[in-house]
Each structure stands twice: as structure tokens, then as C-alpha cells.
């Protein structure tokens, strides 16, 4: 015999406790240092891939010889641009600021500032200033830009290392396939030497 629906027990329904916006935890305003900090991370690696693409078209599209000073002038012209980025995001910050000093009422978007908003944007600009200062220190150091001309190097050897490998690993994956890959190979090694590798020498040897 079955029970009719309304004998059965109903399962218990979860209380849910209201959302307290009081008991968020705040999260205490980064300071200046830490602002710089951030904003020279972002920047060393911003203008360490500009130097590394500019290191791969010059030595392998175009075929020069590596030699850091080439490209340290690269570095210099991209932290120099970056910090001009910051002179201008500070002068926006100022203007904000300016702007909403004493400017009292609830904020309609994001970008829609007020009164409260005052000691942030004084710390934006603080902080586009001083990273500004900062990067073209950087931009006037020989020995901070043959450092990133160093370890673009080292970036743009690893990609086209991991290029060349790929290519290697699809090429001898077709290969493996025929029947006939092993008594083959040494005659495609010749072929390769005789003909690509030269190739590549009398290519080079026009720039």
C-alpha cells in the first residue's frame, strides 16, 4: 500500500542566511611601492617581447649576426614610450581628481567618480609618476638594457627552438610511416646535406 503524498515527510528546506555586507572583510588599498612594483613587472615583460620579436626577424628573417647592441636601442625606445603611457595616465588621474573633490552622491558606473574616490586617484597618479621615473631610469641604464636584450635572447632561442622541434617531430612522424623510413634515411641525410643545408648556405651568404 502506498501512503498518500501528503504522509510523506517533506525534506527540510536550507535557511539561507541574509547577505551582510558589513561582514565582507575589506581589503586594505595597495600601496605606492606595490603599485611601482606591479607596473614594472608588466613593463619588463611588455618590452621584453617587443626585443625578443625584434631579435627573431633580425638574425633569422633577416639574417644578421646577434649582437645585443643592436637591439638594446629597442629596449630603450619601448620603456621610454611606456612611460610616456604613465605621464599621461597620471595627468588623467589629476584631472579626475580634480574634478570630484567634494562631489558628494552615489556613484552611477565605475568610472563615475566621487569625493570618496579622492585618495585613490591620488595614488594613480602618484604611482603613473613615479613608474614613469622609473622606466626611463631603466631607459638611460646600459646595464638594465643588456639585461633584457639577454634574456629576450634566451626567449626568442627557446621559441624557435620549440618551432624546429615541432616541425622535426611532424616531419620523422610522417616519415615513420612508410615501410621503407629505415633504408631511406640515409639517402634523405645525404639529400638533406647536399642539397638543403647548401641551399641555406648560398642564401645566407647573399645578405
Same mark, same amino acid.
Request: glycine share 4%; charged share 30%.
Given at each position: 500500500?502506498?501512503?498518500?503524498?501528503?504522509?510523506?515527510?517533506?525534506?527540510?528546506?536550507?535557511?539561507?542566511?541574509?547577505?551582510?555586507?558589513?561582514?565582507?572583510?575589506?581589503?586594505?588599498?595597495?600601496?605606492?611601492?606595490?603599485?611601482?612594483?606591479?607596473?614594472?613587472?608588466?613593463?619588463?615583460?611588455?618590452?621584453?617581447?617587443?626585443?625578443?620579436?625584434?631579435?627573431?626577424?633580425?638574425?633569422?628573417?633577416? !639574417?644578421?649576426?646577434? &649582437?645585443? %647592441?643592436?637591439?638594446?636601442?629597442?629596449? $630603450? /625606445?619601448? *620603456?621610454?614610450?611606456?612611460?610616456? +603611457?604613465?605621464?599621461?595616465?597620471?595627468?588623467?588621474?589629476?584631472?579626475?581628481?580634480?574634478?570630484?573633490?567634494?562631489?558628494?552622491?552615489?556613484?552611477?558606473?565605475?568610472?563615475?567618480?566621487?569625493?570618496?574616490?579622492?585618495?585613490?586617484?591620488?595614488?594613480?597618479?602618484?604611482?603613473?609618476?613615479?613608474?614613469?621615473?622609473?622606466?626611463?631610469?631603466?631607459?638611460?641604464?646600459?646595464?638594465?638594457?643588456?639585461?633584457?636584450?639577454?634574456?629576450?635572447?634566451?626567449?626568442?632561442?627557446?621559441?624557435? !627552438?620549440?618551432?624546429? &622541434?615541432? %616541425?622535426?617531430?611532424?616531419?620523422?612522424? $610522417? /616519415?615513420? *610511416?612508410?615501410?621503407?623510413?629505415? +633504408?631511406?634515411?640515409?639517402?634523405?641525410?645525404?639529400?638533406?646535406?647536399?642539397?638543403?643545408?647548401?641551399?641555406?648556405?648560398?642564401?645566407?651568404?647573399?645578405?
Amino acid at each position: 500500500m502506498r501512503w498518500p503524498n501528503w504522509f510523506r515527510k517533506r525534506a527540510a528546506t536550507p535557511r539561507v542566511r541574509p547577505f551582510d555586507e558589513d561582514a565582507l572583510t575589506e581589503t586594505a588599498p595597495p600601496t605606492l611601492e606595490q603599485s611601482v612594483e606591479e607596473g614594472m613587472l608588466l613593463a619588463d615583460y611588455a618590452t621584453r617581447m617587443a626585443v625578443k620579436n625584434h631579435i627573431v626577424v633580425d638574425t633569422i628573417q633577416q !639574417g644578421n649576426p646577434f &649582437e645585443p %647592441s643592436r637591439h638594446t636601442k629597442q629596449a $630603450a /625606445e619601448m *620603456l621610454e614610450e611606456l612611460a610616456d +603611457e604613465q605621464d599621461q595616465a597620471a595627468e588623467r588621474a589629476a584631472e579626475a581628481r580634480r574634478a570630484v573633490t567634494g562631489l558628494l552622491g552615489d556613484a552611477m558606473h565605475p568610472h563615475d567618480y566621487r569625493d570618496v574616490d579622492v585618495a585613490n586617484l591620488r595614488l594613480r597618479e602618484e604611482a603613473a609618476h613615479a613608474l614613469a621615473d622609473a622606466l626611463r631610469a631603466r631607459a638611460s641604464s646600459e646595464s638594465e638594457l643588456l639585461s633584457i636584450v639577454e634574456r629576450a635572447r634566451a626567449d626568442a632561442w627557446h621559441e624557435v !627552438g620549440q618551432a624546429i &622541434e615541432a %616541425s622535426l617531430d611532424a616531419f620523422s612522424g $610522417a /616519415e615513420a *610511416l612508410k615501410a621503407n623510413y629505415e +633504408e631511406e634515411r640515409p639517402g634523405r641525410l645525404r639529400l638533406l646535406i647536399a642539397r638543403d643545408l647548401a641551399k641555406l648556405e648560398e642564401e645566407r651568404g647573399g645578405y
